[in-house]
């Protein structure tokens, strides 16, 4: 089982739609990240998250630390959202000094007009 | 742009050829990775710089792989005698004091 799991893989929406992407993760962690890529290999990073919850536009992000959960939410999709979308974890018994992350393996969205 | 350069952006190499790659990152960020990511799959660790120490390494770098960052700013990545499963993207991030990450647009690799 990996330690990051994301659900689900693959996601096909209507324009306008309201769209969450799930992560869940077994290790301690000290950060959690939400990431965009687009086809051609670029990654963006949306949200970096340790508690909470954080708002940047039209994306939300959510973090239950006691459930190892997290959310990517999207409200009123648009087809310029099609990406693959990337929970990344760093877990905690890494240490202040080291950058590991740990990655799930995305979710693709695929929004239409 | 997210201020992370990488170079090449694709490269394609025949099987026992070496390859170099670069990564100039943001230029305040002390801390620099490698990831490699094959189609479909998300990133995993290659390696990671503190400034110019080499702090740690993934057991999916082999001996035919070699990491520098000479004066903690720009980094290359060498693969020598290159293999067919060694064809991937090679992503390179910086990040700074904040703990958010920077990617680059990755290298492409394809051995033939």
């Known amino acids: 089982k990996n330690e990051v799991e994301q659900s689900p893989q693959n996601l096909t929406a209507q324009e306008g739609e309201f769209i969450t992407i799930n992560c869940s993760y077994s290790?301690?962690?000290?950060?959690l990240h939400w990431l965009q890529q687009h086809p051609g290999g670029g990654i963006v990073s949306l949200f970096m998250?340790?508690?909470g919850k954080k708002k940047h536009g039209r994306l939300i992000a959510t973090i239950n630390i006691q459930e190892k959960h997290s959310s990517l939410h999207i409200t009123a999709s648009h087809p310029r959202d099609s990406a693959v979308y990337i929970c990344?974890?760093?877990?905690?018994?890494?240490?202040?000094?080291?950058?590991?992350?740990?990655f799930g393996k995305g979710t693709k969205l695929s929004v239409k007009p | 742009d997210t201020g992370v350069s990488q170079d090449p952006r694709h490269k394609i190499t025949k099987r026992g050829q070496n390859v170099t790659f670069r990564c100039d990152p943001i230029s305040e960020h002390n801390r620099l990775y490698w990831y490699r990511q094959t189609l479909g799959q998300g990133p995993e660790f290659l390696t990671y710089f503190q400034n110019e120490a080499q702090l740690e390494k993934s057991r999916l770098l082999s001996d035919r792989f070699s990491a520098e960052r000479p004066k903690g700013s720009f980094s290359t990545l060498e693969i020598q005698r290159t293999e067919q499963g060694d064809s991937a993207m090679y992503l390179c991030a910086s990040r700074g004091g904040t703990g958010e990450l920077f990617f680059g647009e990755g290298s492409r690799l394809t051995v033939l």
């Open positions: 998250l340790s508690s």
């Open positions: 290790v301690g962690i000290s950060a």
């Open positions: 990344a974890v760093r877990g905690s018994r890494y240490g202040g000094s080291q950058g590991n992350l740990i």
